[in-house]
């Protein structure tokens, strides 16, 4: 984005009344190879300099710079998360054993069923200790290690 001279391009639209956000990127490809390559150079150097100096004088703005997330970047960030698919969320049940029998324990497809999955199976296990508030919510009350 700081190497200029036409090397990236970047534009939006939408937003407005619920309409996802548009983002196209358009890269010039025959400047790569110049521009592109130049800049990159810099900023590897840069970062290998402050980094091999412990220059956290100097190196802390720079990086600074080069990470705030403001204006055209924050509505950038509206554009990609607004076709962002939801994440896969991966839940299994337990096995447990109950009068010598053993009883498949299974939890709803939501964040909170994977959280309760995992801290029964914990708990069974004597890993960590969780209690439940009351009202489904499952806090952590102690944590000790378990040889293996």
Not at 8 to 14: E, M, V
Request: aromatic letters at 10%.
């Amino acid at each position: 984005m700081n190497a200029g001279k036409g090397l990236l391009r970047i534009t939006h639209s939408g937003g407005t009344d619920g309409e996802p956000y548009d983002l196209r990127i358009k890269l010039d490809r025959s400047l790569i190879s110049t521009v592109g390559r130049s800049a990159l150079a810099d900023l590897i150097l840069y970062l290998q300099t402050f980094r091999c100096t412990a220059d956290v004088k100097h190196a802390t703005p720079y990086f600074n710079e080069l990470t705030d997330v403001d204006g055209d970047y924050l509505i950038w960030r509206k554009a990609v998360e607004s076709r962002q698919p939801k994440r896969f969320l991966f839940l299994q049940g337990n096995i447990f054993m109950k009068d010598g029998h053993p009883e498949l324990k299974e939890y709803p497809a939501t964040k909170e069923g994977l959280i309760q999955s995992w801290g029964e199976r914990a708990r069974d296990l004597g890993i960590l200790g969780f209690a439940a508030d009351g009202i489904g919510q499952w806090n952590l009350v102690t944590c000790r290690s378990q040889e293996l």
